[in-house]
């Protein structure tokens, strides 16, 4: 993989011979990539005991949330106690979004949850405490070892996708059934 690929908006698929159990069957959107390093949020794996409801509670923000049965998900190991909401480009943060690319943006100020509790937040987002990071050419070298596939990026696989299907339905967007991949990496 050439280090000048940008893969900043596109979707990384953790191989089955993933290393790190923490990004087994992961699902990650890509935040952003450059040469300094790559940060992305992983946006299937719910946490088993934490809603939108009682992360605002816990932040002390009041409001009638109505998406306050929202999963939180585990975004990654790094800075796992640091928010970030994954949404699509119609809302704007007052302090700071960050605009992937036309159909995505991300949001890491507390004035996000605030509107959503509101009402006013995205329509479409994923809530997630913590990122997966890896600093230059780390990635790079990590998809040349086969432990990522990269696809495209789709609304209905980010938002629309039940988050235990959307693993095998990056693998299918790329016509690759789950089935015939093995964990054992190999050399031609």
């Known amino acids: 993989m050439p280090l000048d690929m940008d893969l900043t ?24 990539h450059s040469a300094e390093g790559a940060m992305g949020l ?18 002390s923000i009041e409001g009638g949330s109505k998406n306050g049965d929202l999963p ?3 975004g990654g190991p790094v800075e796992h106690g640091r928010g970030f909401v994954l949404h699509e480009t ?27 509790a509101e009402g006013r937040g995205p329509s479409k987002s994923i809530v997630a405490l913590g990122y997966a990071g890896w600093g230059p050419g780390q ?10 596939l990269v696809c495209d990026a789709s609304r209905a696989l980010i ?9 095998e339905a990056a693998l299918t967007s790329l016509g690759i059934s789950p089935l015939t991949l093995s964990a054992d990496a190999g050399r031609a």
């Open 9 to 32: 908006g596109q979707v990384l698929i953790a191989m089955p011979g993933m290393g790190d159990a923490r990004f087994g069957h992961s699902v990650v959107f890509m935040c952003a």
């Open 42 to 59: 992983i946006i299937n794996k719910p946490t088993s005991d934490l809603q939108l409801s009682n992360l605002l509670e816990q932040l």
């Open 72 to 74: 939180v998900y585990f």
């Open 90 to 116: 119609g809302y704007q943060s007052s302090i700071s979004t960050l605009e992937v690319n036309s159909d995505f943006a991300m949001t890491a100020t507390m004035d996000i949850l605030e509107d959503m």
């Open 139 to 148: 990635l790079e070298g990590e998809i040349a070892e086969n432990g990522w």
């Open 159 to 167: 938002f629309e996708t039940p988050d235990a299907n959307k693993w």
